[in-house]
């Protein structure tokens, strides 16, 4: 594949340009709460302490929205990242009923923000296919799709055998799949620009480019040392996830980020495009090292995955990759240039849960996994909410949740991690 016209850029930016811009200022001396990071969390959350009269700065060490909020497929899936039968066992199935229904009410949350706040976002919910990556994995999809209809009363989910996979999906690399219509699509970038111009007009403060290397605390309050200089906050929300520092060792000891990759090609036909996926689905298949892709608003093919779990990867050697991936998946795709590749960092947690958390006084929420339009949007609401008093409490404050002191040291382990998950995909 070559690579030359490859931009190194992060292709939903160029599709969100003309977004009306986003008001932002200098860094005030005090306020009530600070809430450190841009994406989905820390909008959410400042857009719900606004609506409780709570007065809110927004501290962004790049320009809002930078992270993975901007930089993800776009696809709002049901679940959270931890399976859900690892979940029931882990908390019972009481507790794991709540979380399913939570987040099925996150994927509504979104729904209510981009119609609350009239987010041009391209939100669209033609649902998603989970991909049976060998035949041993579709051989228990009829049993889990009957045990959460049992179990949970989710009646959402239909069997697609595999001589019927056709009709959903224009290949033949895959063995069945899991239909399910409650899942949407969306411009990342164009909705975390929405949340923040939504917050804006709700009197949230949003501050760019004010890095936080330091926070002292002093008694019932805290200093925030920026690059734009200092604030004193009553209250302070890490929502960094996968860009969770050191600031706190105890928070960062609970989360590490994975890097995912995508590449896009130039636009295809509306007659490709028909082929690739004929009713508008959004994919995703059953490996450890699982590839996710969709036909973007403007009619191109989306392709990511992990491939490497490090966030480093060279991104043109990332193309390369995906490219090669994609072409097994889609042989037709041989010969249409890519024309983006770009990266971005999950907030990954031990247990696989998101959690929200407070340690030394500093408030915390993360650990999405890959389900962060909708598991953050959601979860920054409710670190809002119980910040301001109108929550007494959350299912992901009430779960334990594990940690690691060499959590930190993710360049280090995450290439055995990658070897354990690569032998997985290979062995069932």
């Known amino acids: 594949m070559p690579t030359a016209n490859i931009r190194i850029e992060n292709y939903w930016l160029d599709a969100a340009a003309g977004f009306p811009e986003i008001p932002t200022g200098g860094l005030p001396t005090q306020t009530d709460v600070a809430v450190v990071g841009s994406g989905y969390t820390g909008l959410n959350a400042a857009l719900e302490l606004r609506r409780a009269g709570v007065e809110t700065t ?141 917050a804006a007009r709700a009197g949230a403060c949003l501050v760019e480019r004010a890095d936080v290397t330091r926070i002292d605390r002093y008694g019932k309050t805290f200093r925030l040392h920026t690059a734009r200089g200092e604030i004193q906050a009553r209250e302070v929300l890490l929502a960094t996830n996968g860009y969770t520092t050191r600031l706190r060792a105890g928070i960062r000891s609970g989360i590490f980020p994975v890097g995912s990759y995508i590449i896009v090609t130039e636009p295809l036909s509306p007659e490709l495009q028909a082929d690739l996926s004929p009713k508008g689905r959004m994919f995703y298949d059953t490996k450890h090292f699982l590839n996710y892709f969709r036909l973007t608003p403007d009619g191109r093919m989306l392709f990511g995955g992990r491939n490497r779990l490090t966030t480093h990867l060279d991104l043109l050697e990332s193309a390369q990759l995906l490219h090669a991936r994609m072409l097994e998946v889609y042989p037709q795709l041989a ?32 650990g999405y996994g890959g389900h962060g339009v909708s598991i953050a949007s959601l979860l920054g609401k409710e670190a809002a909410s119980l910040l301001a008093g109108t929550q007494e409490t959350s299912l992901f404050r009430e779960i334990g949740h594990p940690r690691n002191p060499v959590a930190h040291l993710d360049r280090l382990f995450l290439p055995f991690v990658s070897a354990y998950y690569r032998v997985l995909d290979r062995l069932g």
């Open 58 to 198: 927004v501290l962004e060490s790049e320009t809002i929205g930078w992270g993975a909020s901007s930089r993800n497929g776009g696809m709002v899936t049901p679940g959270l990242k931890a399976p859900l039968k690892r979940i029931t066992r882990m908390v019972g199935l009481e507790t794991a009923r709540k979380l399913w229904a939570w987040s099925l009410e996150a994927i509504e949350h979104v729904d209510r923000m981009i119609r609350e706040h009239d987010i041009d976002c391209d939100w669209r919910r033609d649902g998603h296919l989970a991909l049976a990556h060998k035949p041993s994995h579709y051989a228990g999809f009829e049993d889990y799709i009957r045990w959460r209809r049992d179990a949970f009363g989710y009646t959402g989910a239909a069997l697609v055998p595999p001589g019927q996979l056709r009709s959903e999906i224009g290949t033949g690399a895959y063995y069945g799949a899991i239909a399910e219509d409650v899942s949407g699509g969306l411009n990342p970038a164009k909705y975390v620009f929405g949340l923040a111009r939504a």
């Open 335 to 366: 010969g249409v240039p890519v024309t983006h590749s770009w990266t971005g960092k999950l907030g990954v947690t031990f247990d696989l849960m998101p959690h929200i958390g407070r340690i030394d006084g500093i408030h915390y929420a993360y």
